[in-house]
């Protein structure tokens, strides 16, 4: 896969900021938007970015720069978004099996809120009828993203309200005049078929005509990135034409403009940020060579949480001949990131480089093993700065009470 980077630049990064470091593509961010902004018609689509992908305030700041909204799954990614300077026209707030009291907090920040259950659709209802407008996620029973850590829009899944109480969620509307100003559906990751979407899309097409007051349509996101040299992500070109023709017939069923919304989080973050790690040590195991680097799951979880593939490059020695080596992590834990994986012969010393590593890296990371994570550094533009330090035994510290 192609570096958005030198070699020689990487290497720079680490004599300034150390390993491990995580290092995110401005360019690339604002490329990926751009594209969805060309495809798509911007009268009637909209986009949020999800940033529980990546939360560094430099990012939600570039992006509400390009003119994104901001898709929030938690109050206090709300509130951060707020911080970066979004308006609560453009900070869209969906979770999930949450207190009641955290959307009344979203209410005060006058966002669009989207209700994830029966129990709280009532109570938004009872508290605010008809005056403060809100969306309701359903759960379509659509089996997307490849596996069960993934899709969300199963019929086992936590996420939404089922299609198969659209009854009780009338009954809930109706009762108290509340004003839905949207239907929301997520079926998960990694969703490289069109049809997935527009399946989805279809569901909500037939719910129309309960809405009197519905001014549009959220598909959620998902959209596939290539992680492997041999991958192609989502057909964006098809997906916006598809997107289009659905759109129309929703407004024409509907009898009003219908705005059709989506929320990409991986799609504009992922092959903007890579990982530069050091190899502590190679140790043999009978036929297995293991490459020990300063890192582990605590930093980048996605290889054992989803068994996710990251391409890996040794720019120490780039055109080595090729060994197997399993590369794992400094943790006490098994912390495998490759598993006999083909690269150029690494020693120690060496730097690995993990691609696609801006979604779901840094911000899944934590400090066990009382392991510091990592500096993250933003080039954008041609400037190249720090955006957050390496954390200290301090940082490790500092809530605890001495």
């Known amino acids: ?69 901001v898709d929030c799954s938690s109050i206090n990614e709300a509130y951060m978004a707020v911080r970066a300077g979004f308006t609560p026209e453009r ?3 969906t979770s999930n099996g ?14 669009h809120i989207n209700i994830d259950s029966l129990s709280n659709l009532e109570k938004m209802g009872a508290k605010y009828g008809h005056d403060y407008p809100v969306g309701i996620r359903l759960r379509p029973n659509i089996m997307a993203g490849g596996n069960l850590k993934i899709s969300t829009g199963h019929e086992q899944s936590k996420f939404g309200i089922p299609l198969e109480q659209i009854d009780e969620i009338l009954q809930i509307v109706h009762r108290h005049n509340m004003h839905i100003r949207g239907l929301h559906i997520h079926t998960g990751s990694e969703i490289k078929d069109v049809k ?7 569901r909500l097409l037939e719910l129309i005509d309960h809405f009197p007051e519905l001014s549009c349509m959220d598909l959620g996101g998902g959209f596939k990135v290539a992680y492997r040299p041999d991958e192609s992500g989502t057909n964006i070109l098809q997906l916006a034409e598809e997107t289009r023709l659905m759109q129309e017939a929703m407004s024409k069923r509907a009898g009003r403009p219908i705005e059709i919304w989506f929320e990409p989080g991986k799609y ?41 593939y990251h391409h890996i490059r040794n720019i120490s020695q780039p ?17 495998q990131f490759a598993t006999d994986r083909l690269l150029p012969e690494i020693n120690e010393g060496d730097l690995l480089v993990f691609f696609n590593a801006g979604a779901y890296g840094y911000e899944m990371s934590s400090s066990y093993n009382a392991r510091f994570r990592p500096a993250q550094v933003l080039h954008y533009r041609g400037d ?3 955006i957050s330090r390496r954390e200290t035994l301090d940082d490790l510290m500092h809530l605890q009470i001495l």
């Open 98 to 111: 949450i207190a009641f009291d955290e959307i009344e907090a979203a209410v005060e920040l006058g966002i």
């Open 91 to 93: 900070i869209l707030y």
């Open 196 to 202: 997935v979407f527009m399946e989805g899309a279809t």
């Open 1 to 69: 896969m192609q570096s958005l980077f030198t070699d020689a630049f990487f290497k720079d990064l680490v004599l300034q900021y150390g390993t491990p470091l995580y290092v995110y593509s401005g360019d690339k961010i604002a490329l990926q938007y751009k594209h969805l902004q060309e495809s798509f018609d911007p009268k009637t689509t909209r986009f949020f970015y999800a940033c529980k992908a990546l939360t560094n305030q430099h990012i939600l700041q570039l992006i509400r720069d390009l003119g994104c909204g």
């Open 268 to 308: 504009l973050v992922s092959e903007c940020g890579y990982l530069i790690t050091r190899v502590n040590v190679i140790k043999e195991n009978g036929s297995t060579v293991f490459a020990g680097i300063d890192s582990g799951f605590n930093h980048l979880i996605r290889p054992m949480f989803y068994d996710a």
């Open 319 to 335: 055109n080595a001949p090729k060994k197997k080596y399993t590369i794992t992590g400094n943790i006490c834990e098994t912390d």
């Open 384 to 386: 190249t700065r720090l």
